[in-house]
């Protein structure tokens, strides 16, 4: 069992949109909560921060793919180098929309 466990904040931002704020870790033993509650948001635009997140394995980034298959749009924020050299090599990448502090400055 992780020694740490993930905690998801739900915040909706406006009408059909919602921000996932993750912290802990994703993976194995955390991944079925993700999928839990993006299967409760429906076909909403999801906006998953995971500035807090501490370790994401092979079962978070299938986590994120069923986010993915369930929501209207999917963009992350907060990914960490580590994660974003996973989402690289694996060719999720180009399959997950990624932004960065620099990204969310210019868009505002």
């Known amino acids: 069992m992780s020694d740490q466990l993930l905690t998801i904040e739900t915040t909706r931002l406006d009408a059909g949109r919602v921000l996932l704020q993750l912290t802990g870790e994703l993976d194995y033993d955390t991944a079925p909560e993700l999928t839990a509650a993006a299967a409760d948001l429906g076909g909403d635009e999801v906006l998953i921060d995971l500035t807090g997140v501490s370790l994401c394995d092979s079962s978070g980034l299938s986590a994120l793919l069923v986010v993915l298959r369930s929501a209207r749009a999917l963009r992350l ?5 580590q994660l974003q050299r996973m989402l690289d090599r694996t060719g ?3 399959l ?3 932004e960065h502090a620099d990204d969310l ?3 505002g």
Not at 77 to 81: A, E, Q
Request: net charge neutral.
């Open 92 to 94: 999720l990448a180009e």
């Open 77 to 81: 924020t907060g990914v960490s180098p």
């Open 96 to 98: 997950l929309a990624v």
């Open 105 to 107: 400055r210019a868009t």
